[in-house]
């Protein structure tokens, strides 16, 4: 793991007294593998030397840890006794100043509510007035926001992310290229819309229960209020709550239960409230845009029909469109996660992954495979290492050795970085390793596995590896969409905002987003033609026009509201990937892929906290310092 993962003696710590998150106060809040390309490299560290043989002294011993406490449940959110403002946007962007020219703060999520003034700062360029909303900047109230929380949009969006789960909405996967309709629609309108579409519903009823079955995942893992995981628990042991194989398929696409009856906005075949997608159309549409295979999907409802729609059910997107269920599949992440460090587990220690690896016996210079070890196994170990035919094998706490081949470690540094004498939180993540270890000081409080960018540790300016360095969180976002690629347009500028997210590389930024900054592109990208100046292009299918698919092949699938996006770099981002579980093989474009549970535990501990009610923040002055991390080989 670079210089900071070369022998050491143990180190008296002092804790940190920091207190997580609480979930509780967040529970309310509303609603990349990512662009991933690169500035100069930041100072990555060289290789570490060997530790000792068999008779030297613990060569990679660490720091005992033991994570912070839970916080007390913070009061219900939003209060009862302010007056409050909702979001009706999409995404409404918060200014430092009652100016749209400000700095940008952050934005908010349709149906969220924050308190604010009584009284407006002022209207410059806002006639509905610029309302200081908590705990820092404005909001313009008009198309944005309004001061009516008995607005319908309001309604419809619902609470927003569930921020007590790993995963903060429920997710699907589209497995054929489907219609997002705006209203409920008619057999007829379907059979026109859907290509062999009885076909399709044919083969769907007869194959469903094999297509729509779930496995356990991220959902499913008992988590404390930071979002660790409970020791003891076994996977989908829940208490009282369902587990994912108990749920239905209303439930598992978003929705209360498979009773749900057809959301008030849409009773009567009509819709009741406005678009809020970034796909415009006109009024009468009866869809806007499709989504492509392989696109993943955010919910947060779903509903059946009756005969004269098919007696079909529709999934609820965040954005307030509708999905054809049977064109997609519930999908619940990976249940992968890693560990809570204490005083009887910590580091040094080694995670397992490969498949198939064994324990070594070593006897002189003879290294002997022993019994299979199990995939992801956590394995303590004494710091004391062997070095057999240019390999290196590690000792374990149970006087076992296991291949450098086989696993990934997480030990100490040789040498605490800066951030580390200061007592402050901190990440380090290796890329040889796949390993991520928050510390608290000089304390390490969890270990776990990640994918890093695919070209390992190559030159981060022409391939997709990680970006090497020390560096803060620039900016966090609860969910923000991403490509296949690991695109999007939230690219982590250093001295910008946490502008609205995009659809899709290359679209325009959602309401309330006015960067057109896009993450660079990938070596060999190129870009689309586009027309000259003043020149008037015949529309074309495919174009995007109403009732029209996207041209095949345009830019490439989303990832909709992909969780717990943490940008620390331009186009480089910690954040959840729901959509693989290989973590443990660098795999991205260039971004830190965790699990959910993972990403959703450093998400609630890293600094500065999402205010509840916003989705997303810019670090800095006015809202606190990010959290360091640092990245070596």
Known sequence: ???????GKPHGARRAARLALCLAHLAALTAAACGCRKPADAGAAGPADDAGADAAPAALAATDGQAAPAEPSAPAWPPSDKPLLGVTAFVATVYKEP???????????VG???????????????????????????????????????????????????????????YAF????????????TAEEQRKSEFKLDEHLSWFEENKATVQRVI??????????????????????????KNSLELGEGALLGGEGDGDPIPFWLEGGKRLIRNISDFKVPDYAVFADRARRFTGLSLIGSFATGPESLS???????????APATKIKPDTGSPWHGVELTDALTLPLAFVRARGARDVQIQGDKATPGKELPFRDIVPLTGRMRRIEGVKYYRTRDQRYVSQL??????????WPQVAEKGEKWIEVSITHQTLVLWEGKRPIYATLVSTGQAGVADPKTTTATVRGVFRIRNKHITATMDSNESSSVGGRAETTADAPSASRGARPEKGGTSKERSPKKPGASAAAKPA???????????GEYGVTRRRGEGTYALRDVPYIQYFASGYALHTAYWHDVFGTPRSHGCINLSPIDAHRVFLWTDPPVPPGWHAINTGEELGEGTTIIVHE
């Not at 100016?99 to 999520?109: I, M």
């Not at 054929?176 to 705006?182: F, G």
């Not at 100046?533 to 174009?543: L, Q, Y």
């Open 1 to 7: 793991m670079g210089a900071l993962l070369s022998s």
């Open 112 to 170: 969220s509510r924050v308190p604010r003034s009584a009284e407006p700062a002022g209207t410059a360029g806002c006639p509905g007035g610029w309302y200081a909303i908590e705990p820092h900047g404005y909001l313009c109230v008009g198309e944005d926001a309004t001061l009516d929380l008995n607005d319908p949009i309001l309604k419809a969006a619902g609470p927003g992310p569930n921020l007590r789960t790993a995963l903060p909405y429920r």
């Open 99 to 109: 100016r749209d020219t400000s700095k940008k703060l952050g934005y908010l999520r």
């Open 312 to 322: 079909r059910r529709f999934a609820i997107t965040t954005d307030l469109r509708l």
């Open 216 to 241: 356990l995942g991220a959902n499913d893992v008992a988590i404390d209020a930071r979002g660790v995981p409970l020791p003891g628990k076994q996977l989908g042991e829940l208490g009282l709550g």
């Open 533 to 543: 100046a003043g020149e008037k292009v015949a529309p074309r299918k495919g174009d």
């Open 406 to 415: 086989d696993v990934g470690l997480a030990v100490a540094p040789s040498a």
């Open 174 to 185: 589209v497995r054929a290229v489907l219609p997002l309709y705006l209203r409920v629609p």
